[in-house]
């Protein structure tokens, strides 16, 4: 809640000429005077230290631009150019902001119109409030407040994935992103007005049209992803660091229109019997050679798998970190090093699973999973993956009805955001007579089990795969939503490394069952699968790792993420291209 109150004057460059009331928290309303800097080379980043901001930093760098850090609010009076990339909550952000101080000298870089771009929370915390944990009071800059899109009438949230811009005002910053998708993830939105119209410069369709993007003189926002749509996202970053750069158009070989189905590429990494890290890819989840040999698969080396397929048109990349590691994960220096390295090359969303957990080293030093995953996004990471440990909370929530608080996937929801926190789920399909055989929800399947069942239901397993759990896919899908998981990654262990096909059964089970994304995943072999796993199921992506590098089975053959979207395309199904 508001301690006070401060007027706030945004000049007529930048297009409000009045004076506008805004509740805040602060020690004052003093002015700071601070000399700009003059390096044009350099970029001012505002970190207040929550999420991937690495993200950003790579992409600025791989622009050709230094950057300098906000450490103090005259660091933000003295910038050339000031970029604020928001992550996290929206009353967690504002608390950093106003009891630094920053928050003040926001409002008044803002009121001079010095050159400002607000990346996703960076421009929903120009408005007047949110409803996110709230009300909270933002930055009053902007009329309006944000609210969370409404998924009662079956919308899927958080908003995740590649849209289509409808560009409302000619600007600049957006010269190269007519008809291209860009990539958004987030729960909460603003919507347009006539107090706020004069302010945006392009809307998005999701349920309803609400503010992707404003501009009002030198002051810029997108609640988009910039520095993760691709060279789209770097056209329009450096249309923004470079002065009286018109950016690098990139022309949109089909226009976007809605959003798009993902296809996203997923590298099992584990290290080999020589201790390194390699991409390998198993059957039924075994990743050792049928040989006599019993090596571990080796496909190739992570960075270079990631950054090809980031290439090849990859809308996401997907680590699962399936190393036999014993010790604790924050010592697993050869995983972080390979998200830090795949960052500075790969501009489209970065996930990783393994290791996240709760951990108490030889020492007795405890460690949270909230700690595990700060170090993952600090890392690159822009979401994380969660498996086993998932699987233990909603057991213990759906037998107690009780959220502790401590799971580590309620952990890292409510500090980073639900959208930041993937479920991974291992199932694995046991056929039953009747509905009536088990207490779990079971569907009639496509195809009759080995002595004519016609139903099954999907055992959830954690260990990769090798320990079964009293629960179901459906049940573990429902509860883990509850408990804050943004995003729900559902496998088969019956269909991995199979070729034949995502298990279309359960994934329309899940994905018809909560209302956050579901990504299929598991048994991939042609181009035809996706369109049909599209088509039949309200999956938002599908992914797949063993269509596209493996090259050692003569009965599967590989086939180029290209293939699958032109597929795609033909198909009448929406993707980025």
């Not at 926190?421 to 291992?426: A, F, G, K, L, P």
């Amino acid at each position: 809640m508001a301690t006070g109150a401060a007027i706030l004057t945004v000049p007529c460059s930048v297009g409000r000429h009045q004076k506008r009331s805004s509740q805040r928290r602060g020690s004052g309303s003093a002015s700071l005077s601070v000399r700009a800097s003059s390096d044009a080379n350099t970029v001012t980043l505002l970190d207040y230290g929550a999420g991937n901001v690495r993200s950003v930093r790579n992409a600025i760098r791989h622009l050709g631009f230094g950057i300098r850090d906000v450490r103090s609010p005259e660091d933000i009076l003295a910038a050339d150019r000031l970029v604020f990339p928001g992550v996290g909550a929206f009353g967690s952000a504002m608390d950093v902001l106003n009891s630094t101080g920053m928050a003040d000298a926001l409002r008044e870089y803002i009121q001079r119109d010095r050159p400002f771009l607000g990346i996703c929370l960076g421009l929903q915390l120009l408005f007047d409030s949110s409803e996110e944990n709230g009300p909270v009071s933002g930055l009053g800059v902007i009329p309006g407040v944000v609210r969370r899109f409404d998924s009662s009438k079956g919308l899927i949230v958080p908003h995740i994935g590649w849209n289509a811009l409808e560009i409302t005002k000619d600007t600049q910053l957006l010269q190269g992103a007519d008809g291209h998708h860009v990539y958004f993830v987030h729960s909460y939105h603003a919507l347009p007005s006539d107090a706020n119209r004069d302010w945006i410069s392009s809307i998005c369709n999701y349920g309803d049209s609400f503010i992707s993007s404003i501009s009002m003189g030198n002051i810029q926002a997108v609640q988009f992803h910039p520095e993760k749509s691709g060279d789209t996202g770097l056209s329009i970053l450096k249309i923004f660091v470079s002065a009286n750069s018109s950016g690098a158009k990139v022309p949109a070989r089909r226009k976007a229109s809605k959003l798009a189905k993902r296809v996203i590429a997923c590298l099992d990494v584990r290290s080999n019997d020589n201790g390194d890290l390699v991409v390998t890819k198993g059957d039924q989840y075994d990743v050792r050679d049928h040989t006599s040999s019993k090596e571990v698969r080796n496909l190739g080396k992570p960075v270079d798998l990631a950054s090809q397929y980031y290439i090849d048109g990859a809308d996401e990349v997907s680590f699962l970190n399936i190393t036999g590691f014993r010790d604790f994960p924050l010592g697993d220096l050869p995983m972080l090093e390979v998200l830090r390295c795949a960052s500075e090359k790969v501009f489209v969303p970065l996930t990783v699973g393994g290791g996240i957990r709760d951990f108490t080293d030889a020492n007795g030093r405890y460690y949270s999973s909230l700690e595990v995953a700060s170090e993952y996004f600090r890392s690159g990471a822009d979401k994380i993956s969660i498996g086993s440990d998932a699987v233990y909370a909603a057991e213990a929530f759906l037998q107690t009805g009780v959220k502790t608080g401590k799971s580590s996937l309620e952990q890292i929801s409510r500090v980073y955001g639900n959208q930041a926190v993937v479920v991974s789920i291992d199932p694995r399909r046991v056929y039953v007579n009747s509905p009536e055989d088990v207490p779990f929800k079971t569907v009639k399947v496509s195809s009759k089990g080995p002595s004519g069942e016609e139903y099954a239901w999907y055992q959830c397993t954690v260990s990769g795969g090798r320990d079964s759990r009293p629960i179901g896919a459906y049940e573990l899908a429902k509860a883990v939503e509850e408990l804050g998981a943004g995003e729900i990654l559902l496998n088969c262990i019956d269909c991995d490394g199979q070729g034949c096909g995502f298990d279309i059964d359960l994934v329309k089970m899940v994905s018809d069952a909560v209302t956050i994304p579901v990504i299929a995943s598991s048994g991939a072999g042609a181009v035809e699968h996706f369109s049909e796993v599209f088509e039949k199921t309200n999956a938002s992506a599908a992914l797949a790792a063993g269509i596209f590098h493996r090259k050692e089975r003569t009965d599967l053959s590989q086939v180029p993420i290209l293939a699958v979207k032109e597929h795609l395309v033909d198909a009448g199904v929406e993707v980025r291209v």
